[in-house]
């Protein structure tokens, strides 16, 4: 069997990003909870488990990225395994396949520590390139 490559464009943003959407797109919003937005489907098997988003909330959200993405980054991948992922992903590549344009939202501002950049990246291996519709591109936060 010949390998597939994918026709279809992947993009990733937050609801703010969505303004540079310049053409028809399917709207995937991969997070488990939080504000409906208007047309899209929310995907809940490509958000962080309910363990890991509790972790954050309580540990993480307002400290620096430096203090925490790694072990959020590992965990997150650790879960990219699991059934439930795979099932989203495989969704994901099903419908580039068939030449869908699809944008996987969250609503973390910064793409470069949010689990939307990583599922984005997956798709790297099937040559796939996600573009971040609204990227961070300043330095005010350290990573590393």
């Not at 609801?15 to 991969?30: H, M, N, R, T, V």
């Not at 973390?108 to 961070?136: I, M, S, T, W």
Request: aromatic letters at 12%; a positive charge.
């Amino acid at each position: 069997m010949a390998n597939l490559v994918p026709t279809g464009r992947l993009y990733t943003s937050n609801p703010s990003g969505l303004k540079y959407l310049k053409e028809q797109a399917e709207l995937w919003q991969i997070m488990r909870a939080g504000p409906e937005l208007p047309s899209a489907i929310r995907v809940k098997e490509l958000s962080p488990s309910d363990q890991l988003f509790k972790r954050y909330i309580k540990e993480w959200r307002g400290k620096p990225p430096i203090k925490w993405w790694t072990l959020y980054e590992e965990q997150f991948m650790k879960e990219m395994k699991t059934e439930e992922k795979l099932q989203g992903l495989r969704a994901v590549y099903k419908g580039l396949l068939l030449g869908r344009t699809i944008v996987l939202i969250c609503f973390c501002e910064d793409h470069r520590v949010c689990h939307r950049r990583l599922v984005g990246e997956f798709f790297k291996q099937y040559g796939v390139e996600a573009v971040e519709l609204n990227p961070v591109n300043s330095d005010q936060l350290t990573l590393f």
